[in-house]
């Protein structure tokens, strides 16, 4: 009986993906998240909107660390899922499609959505 020369064991925190895989993932990523996030936003602009009472809810409900950690997230998201989406978009009509080109764009789109999301961090302490 021959030896497989596949690996018996897989271990994904050791594969090194390159930075447009990443980057396709995370816009994949935010794009869920985006989705998921719909519905509370929808939730919290019409509390927000519906009387005077309910504003000061939702605005004491944004004090909490973890709401506002939540909103950092979706801000991220929101980001990231532009950014990528106009890199993935103009890389359909072959814009930056060469590799050098490719990868720029990738890290751009990553490092544009982290800074996007500090931003909004600073702002929100």
Same mark, same amino acid.
């Given at each position: !009986?021959?030896?497989?020369?596949?690996?018996?064991?897989?271990? $994904?925190?050791? /594969?090194?993906? $390159?930075?447009?895989? /990443?980057?396709?993932?995370?816009?994949?990523?935010?794009?869920?998240?985006?989705?998921?996030?719909?519905?509370?936003?929808?939730?919290?602009?019409?509390?927000?909107?519906?009387?005077?009472?309910?504003?000061?809810?939702?605005?004491?409900?944004?004090?909490?660390? $973890?709401?506002?950690?939540?909103?950092?997230?979706?801000?991220?998201?929101?980001?990231?899922? /532009?950014?990528?989406?106009?890199?993935?978009?103009?890389?359909?009509?072959?814009?930056?499609? $060469?590799?050098?080109?490719?990868?720029?764009?990738?890290?751009?789109?990553?490092?544009?959505?982290?800074?996007?999301?500090?931003? !909004?961090?600073?702002?929100?302490?």
């Amino acid at each position: !009986m021959a030896r497989s020369s596949r690996p018996a064991f897989l271990n $994904p925190f050791q /594969i090194q993906m $390159p930075v447009g895989a /990443i980057t396709s993932i995370g816009h994949r990523v935010s794009g869920v998240i985006l989705a998921a996030g719909v519905p509370l936003g929808i939730y919290l602009l019409a509390q927000s909107l519906r009387d005077e009472q309910g504003f000061e809810r939702v605005l004491a409900l944004l004090g909490y660390w $973890p709401v506002k950690g939540g909103a950092i997230l979706v801000t991220w998201a929101i980001a990231h899922h /532009i950014f990528a989406g106009i890199r993935h978009l103009l890389s359909d009509f072959n814009v930056g499609s $060469p590799l050098r080109l490719a990868r720029r764009s990738a890290y751009l789109a990553n490092i544009g959505g982290i800074a996007v999301a500090v931003a !909004m961090t600073v702002l929100l302490w």
